[in-house]
C-alpha cells in the first residue's frame, strides 16, 4: 500500500517536473541510510524531592529526546512500549526487559538539585544485549543553561557512534526583528536567539569561520558594502575587503581559505579567495559573467559556484585556483546557492521556476537531483549541518521569511524563527 | 472794478491792523484744558532687505541629507532579471546628467536594488550590473567616472514592501545619492 502510494506521487512528481522543466531529467532516489539505533529512554529518575530537580528532569529528557530523535542516527522507542515492562531500577536494571521491547541502547538520567542554582545530572547509557555499560558522565550546571546540558550528552552518543557532535553547533543569520538587519546566533533547535551586532547598519551574508568563533559578513555603511570578519565572543572585528561590493563569505573546511565575491573590477562580480584571516587576497574568476555564490568542497581542493557565463544563473564546479571550470547544472533557467555537503556528495542549491524557487540536491556521484522542498513559496539560502543529514534554508511560506530545517531526503521539515523576517542561515561546522 | 479790490484790501489791512494791535493790549485768557492725547505710533520691524541668495549660494547652504531629501536625482526602474537601461529611463539620466553638469562638484552613489523574486547571491550581482548600466550611460553623456561610485544591495532594501508587480517593478531600480558636493 504504502510502495503504491510512493510510486503514485513519485508518478506525479515526475509528471509535475516534466511539465515545469520540459528538458530537465528529474531522478528521484530513495536513499538507503544505516539503519537507526532504537533507543529506550524512560524518564529520568530525581534523587532528592525538590521541585527544581524535577522540573530540570523534565527539561533535560525532552532536549535529549528531541535531539536522538532528529538526528538520523538514534531513534527513541514510542513511549507506549515502556507501558509493557516493569519500571526502570537504576540500581537493578532488568535488561532482558528492555530487549522484549527491542530497544538497543538505554539511557538512565538522575536529577538531583547540587545548590540553589545548580543542577546535577548523571547520565549513562548501556547496551542492552550485552549488558554492558557503555559512557557516562555526570553534568553539573545552572538552571539557565539546562539545555547545553543535554545536548552535551546527546553529543557523546554521537561520538561514541563516531558521529559529528551536532547539537552544541549555532546557526547565525540575519533578522529584521529589532527593527534593523543585525547578525543573530541560535541552537541549532532554534532556541537560544541571540542578537550579536548593535551597530545599526545593515548586515548581510554571515558565515561561519571553520572553528565556529569568527563570522564573515558584509555591512552596508556609508554607501560601502564592506566585507569584515567578527568574532561576536572576544567583540574584535577585521576588514577584509572595502572595494566594490564584497559578499557570499565562505570558509574552507580546513580553515585556511575564505572564498567571496566582490564587484571591484568593472562592477561584475568575480570570486575571490584569501586566507582564512583575511589576508593575502587572490581573484579566482575572469570573465564578463557574474560569478557568485562560493561553497569549498569538502577536501578544500574544488568549488562549486553560479555563473551566468552560459546566459542565465548556473551551478559551476571549479579548481579551488580558478581553473578546470565545468558547469553541473542544466534545464531550467535559474540555479543559484550551491551549498556542497560536508559528506562531499551532494551539493544543494536552489531552482527557480515562474518565480518559485525551491530547493534541489544534486547527487554528484550519480547526477540524480532530488527535489527537497515544495509549496508555492521562495525557499533558499540553502546550507548543511556539519553532519550533511540536515539543511537549514530560508522560506517566505507563512508569509514572512523565517529558517527552517529539513532532512536531506525531505524529511522533518521544521519551522525554527517566528519574530520578524529570517534569513541567509549559515551552519557552524563546530 | 481794480479800484474797488484795491480799496476793500485796503481797508481789510486797516482793520486787520487795529485788530492786530487791540491783541496785544488785551491780556490772553489762559488756554482751555485738553486732555492729552499722544500720537499713535504702530511700531514696526524695520524693513531688513532679504539679501538675494543666489543659486549657489542655497546649494552651499544644503546639507547632503538636505540635498538627498529633495531628491533632485529621479530614480530609474528595470525589467524583471535585465539590467538594460530602458527608454523609459534614459530622458531621466539625461536630467540626472544635466543637474550632475550643473553642479560640477558633486558626487554620486548609485545603488543597484532588485525585486524579491530573484535569490538573495545572484540578485547581489544583478543590483551592480544595474547600477553599472547608469554609470555607463551618465558616462556616455560626458560625466566623469570619478564623481560616480556604485554599490549593490541586491534584494536586502526593497523600497515597496509590497508582493504585487507593482512593488515588484518599483524595487527593480537604480536610486541615486549623493555623496558629495
Known sequence: MIAKKIIILACLFLVSNFILHPQQEVVMSIKEGMPLIHVAIPKFSVKDTSPEAKDAADILYKVISDDLKYSRVFSPLPKNYYNYIKPLDPDKILFNDWESIQAKLLIVGQVSKQDDKTIQFEAKFYDVKSERFIRGKTYQAEKSILRLAAHKFSNLMMETYGEPQIFTTKVVFISNRDGNNELYMMDYDGHNQTRLTFNREKDYMPAWSTDGKSIAYTEFKGGNARLYIYNPFEGKRKLVFDRGTSFGPCFSPDSKKLAFCSTEDESNSEIYAARSDGTNIKRLTFNKSADVSPSWSPNCREIAFTSDRSGSPQIYIMDAEGSNIRRRSFGGNYHDSPSWSPTGDMIVYVSRVQAVFDLYILNLRTDEIIKLTEGYARNESPGWSPDGRHIIFSSNRIGTIQLYSIDYDGANLKRLTSKGQNKLPDWARN | MKKILILSLSCFLVIAFFASCRKKVEETPPPPQVKEQPKLEKVEKPPVKEPILTEDEIFAKKSLEELNAEKPMMVILF??????????????LQNNADWMKKWETVKIL??????????????????????????????????????????????????????????????RRDQFAIIEK
Open chain 2, 79 to 92: 525589467d524583471y532579471d535585465k539590467f538594460f537601461i530602458r527608454e523609459d529611463a534614459k530622458p531621466i
Open chain 2, 110 to 171: 548609485i545603488e543597484g536594488h532588485c525585486d524579491e523574486r530573484g535569490t538573495e547571491d545572484y540578485n547581489m550581482a544583478l543590483g551592480e550590473k544595474r547600477a553599472k548600466s547608469a554609470f555607463d550611460y551618465l558616462l556616455s553623456l560626458g560625466i566623469s567616472s570619478d564623481r560616480i561610485k556604485t554599490i549593490s544591495y541586491g534584494k536586502s532594501q526593497p523600497v515597496d514592501p509590497g508582493h504585487n508587480e507593482i512593488a515588484w517593478q518599483n524595487n
